[in-house]
């Protein structure tokens, strides 16, 4: 079945240490998005890209990079320099038309310990 | 710039109870409206979708119908259970598909 896997499920981090999200999709869909939901908020854009080797800042990108070096993997990296990662991240994808909608991995939680 | 509105939650119903859920937008032209569901430590999914003007979107009981005259797109079920127990999201896609709205989400609590 095609779908979109995020993994871990569960992640601890250090102070001081970058971290690795990694997100997969089969659906064959150009564009993907990573965004950040804190406790009982909302959705806020992280990055996402929309051809292969191309992406762009979202809202709140500072602390955080991107690659997609290839249509089906989108990987996040959360950095050091963010200063406050402790989060549950979802990364999305989709066809690029107004009709289709985002399909959403099960997301990672993040923990600083 | 589009936005969407969503009621204030947390919106907490008896088992059986008739549920509506608020969304209005703002947007240029006429997008394609979106209501995902969010279940505890899960990922979103799709609920149902509307893509133009007196559209119903319908799934699971749940339905929202695309009202262009008051740019509204409310989410009603006519008796809820407690495993609907979650977080819903209002969305918009632009004409173009570029630029995806979300709302600030209602959770949703259903009491036996």
């Known amino acids: 079945d095609g779908g979109i896997t995020q993994s871990p499920k569960y992640l601890f981090r250090k102070e001081g240490q970058n971290v690795t999200l990694s997100c997969e999709q089969n659906?064959?869909?150009?564009?993907m998005y990573w965004y950040r939901q804190d406790p009982g908020q909302g959705l806020r854009l992280i990055y996402y890209?929309?051809?292969?080797?191309?992406?762009q800042k979202g809202d709140i990108a500072e602390g955080y990079s991107v690659s997609r070096e290839k249509k089906e993997s989108f990987p996040l990296t959360v950095t050091s320099a963010q200063k406050n990662p402790t989060a549950f991240y979802l990364c999305a994808s989709s066809i690029i038309s107004p009709n289709y909608g985002y399909t959403f991995g099960s997301g990672t939680r993040l923990t600083v310990v | 710039g589009d936005s969407v509105t969503q009621m204030e939650g947390p919106v907490t119903l008896s088992e059986e109870a008739f549920l509506t859920i608020n969304c209005t937008y703002t947007?240029?032209?006429?997008?394609?409206l979106f209501w995902y569901v969010q279940y505890p430590g899960e990922g979103l999914q799709l609920l149902l979708k509307?893509?133009?003007?007196?559209d119903k979107g319908s799934n699971k009981g749940f339905e929202a119908t695309y009202r262009k005259e008051t740019t509204s797109f409310h989410l009603e079920k006519g008796s809820v259970q407690v495993s609907d127990s979650a977080v819903y999201f209002c969305?918009?896609?632009?004409?173009?598909?570029?630029?995806?709205?979300f709302g600030p989400g209602t959770r949703l609590s259903v009491l036996p």
């Open positions: 890209s929309q051809i292969v080797n191309d992406f």
């Open positions: 509307a893509t133009k003007a007196d």
């Open positions: 969305a918009l896609s632009d004409l173009r598909g570029q630029n995806f709205v």
């Open positions: 659906l064959n869909h150009d564009a």
């Open positions: 947007a240029t032209g006429y997008p394609s």
